[in-house]
């Protein structure tokens, strides 16, 4: 019996013009552009300069800015209010005042990260040339780097984006899925056979998950021939934690569709719990940086354990032992949504 509802899931799919086209095209799409413009890394700041002192000193400081990778020096100005009102037009984000051997940095803090990020890298600048110890003690000092040793943003956003393609194809699919195949009548037809109810949610939700592992072995590869970045841990981990990731989010989107009417709803609801889990995961800021009441929530949030496991065998290269605890929390919260999937639907027998 299972075969011949699996041969009608694959057949729907197929005959689906919009859907085997967004299955591969998507992965593809966020594989090959999403790293490049998701990264949290503060640069091209413009900067206004007031050289009130016109030593050989601050004009070296000024040089240095210009040098800066980070820093794009925007112009010179002849008085502090002058440069605020660049600030205040948005054509500079920092000021740096010189005065008789004193330095102002003033930052815009409309974007809180930008201001306060670019004021920390024009203070190291400005110290380093201040105090020349500064740069001394810098040079003896020497950063071991564990992980991740060229500092490649990619390598940190790479197994997020798994995640959220996961997340995006086997939660929304099924959901539309169900919902489309009750405006369309069809599910009555299933209703009054005797299939049980095991069995149809099965015949749901394996198609997703063997589409969900071939798009993860499609962002593997992407990985290692865009980037060359490649697992440095196990990979039949990867495919663990993505199969029981798979398994919690194409449950939750049968429940969502089992209480939905029409696609709308079904599209409202489902996008409403994917953003909160998503922005409250860990992908992309410290869950140690949210308020206490807020972190409380990662202890059900399963892309939070898949975000820290993935990462502990992509980056760091761990093993079964080393993430064993989210490997636990996904099974119980997935094999909890699997059956709440199944005691929800409604069969008219």
């Not at 564990?146 to 995640?163: R, S, T, W």
């Not at 009548?185 to 015949?203: D, R, Y």
């Not at 798009?215 to 990867?238: D, N």
């Not at 496991?309 to 099974?331: C, D, E, K, P, Y």
């Given at each position: ?5 699996l041969q009608?899931e694959f057949l729907?799919i197929?005959r689906?013009?919009f859907?085997?086209?967004i299955?591969?095209i998507?992965?593809?799409?966020v594989m090959?552009v ?7 890394e503060?640069?091209n700041?413009?900067v ?8 050989s000193?601050?004009q070296?400081?000024?040089h240095q800015?210009e040098?800066s990778?980070y820093?794009?020096?925007?112009c010179q100005?002849?008085t502090y ?13 920092i000021i ?8 102002l940095i003033?930052?815009n803090?409309?974007?809180?990260t930008?201001g306060?990020i670019?004021?920390a890298?024009?203070?190291?600048i400005?110290?380093a040339d201040?105090i ?10 020497n950063t ?8 490649n943003y ?9 995640g959220?393609?996961?997340m995006m194809?086997?939660?929304f ?6 919902v489309?195949e009750?405006?369309k009548?069809?599910i ?10 095991w069995?149809?949610i099965?015949?749901k939700l394996?198609?997703?998950w063997?589409?969900?592992?071939v798009?993860l072995?499609?962002c593997?590869v ?5 980037y060359?970045i490649?697992?440095?841990g ?11 990731l798979?398994?919690f ?10 209480y ?8 409202l609801?489902?996008w409403?719990?994917?953003v909160?889990?998503m ?15 807020a972190?409380?929530t990662?202890?059900?949030n399963p ?11 992509f ?7 080393t993430i ?5 929390a ?10 709440w999937a199944?005691?929800?639907y409604?069969?008219?027998?």
């Amino acid at each position: 019996m299972i075969k011949y509802l699996l041969q009608k899931e694959f057949l729907q799919i197929r005959r689906n013009s919009f859907m085997p086209k967004i299955i591969f095209i998507f992965p593809i799409m966020v594989m090959c552009v999403m790293p490049w413009v998701m990264n949290q890394e503060v640069k091209n700041i413009r900067v206004d300069v007031v050289d009130m002192d016109r030593t050989s000193q601050s004009q070296q400081l000024v040089h240095q800015i210009e040098a800066s990778n980070y820093f794009i020096f925007n112009c010179q100005k002849a008085t502090y209010q002058e440069a605020m009102k660049d600030i205040e037009t948005s054509k500079a984000d920092i000021i740096l005042e010189i005065r008789e051997g004193q330095y102002l940095i003033a930052a815009n803090a409309v974007n809180g990260t930008k201001g306060s990020i670019g004021s920390a890298y024009l203070s190291q600048i400005v110290t380093a040339d201040v105090i020349p110890t500064v740069s001394a003690i810098q040079s003896i000092a020497n950063t071991l780097l564990l992980y991740n040793k060229g500092q490649n943003y990619k390598v940190f956003m790479i197994p997020a984006l798994m995640g959220i393609l996961m997340m995006m194809l086997c939660g929304f699919l099924p959901a539309l899925n169900i919902v489309g195949e009750k405006e369309k009548g069809t599910i009555e037809q299933i209703n009054v056979t005797p299939v049980s109810k095991w069995l149809f949610i099965l015949a749901k939700l394996i198609p997703y998950w063997i589409i969900g592992l071939v798009v993860l072995t499609l962002c593997l590869v992407l990985s290692w021939l865009v980037y060359g970045i490649t697992c440095q841990g196990p990979l039949w981990l990867v495919y663990l934690l993505a199969i029981l990731l798979a398994l919690f989010f194409s449950s939750f989107g049968l429940i969502v569709s089992n209480y939905s009417d029409t696609m709308q709803q079904a599209m409202l609801v489902m996008w409403f719990f994917v953003v909160c889990l998503m922005l409250l995961s860990g992908l992309f800021t410290p869950v140690r940086s949210m308020p206490h009441w807020a972190y409380l929530t990662t202890y059900i949030n399963p892309m939070h354990y898949f975000a820290d496991a993935i990462r502990t065998v992509f980056v760091r290269g761990g093993t079964f032992q080393t993430i064993s605890h989210q490997v636990l929390a996904l099974a119980i919260i997935a094999s909890l949504m699997g059956i709440w999937a199944v005691q929800s639907y409604k069969k008219n027998s």
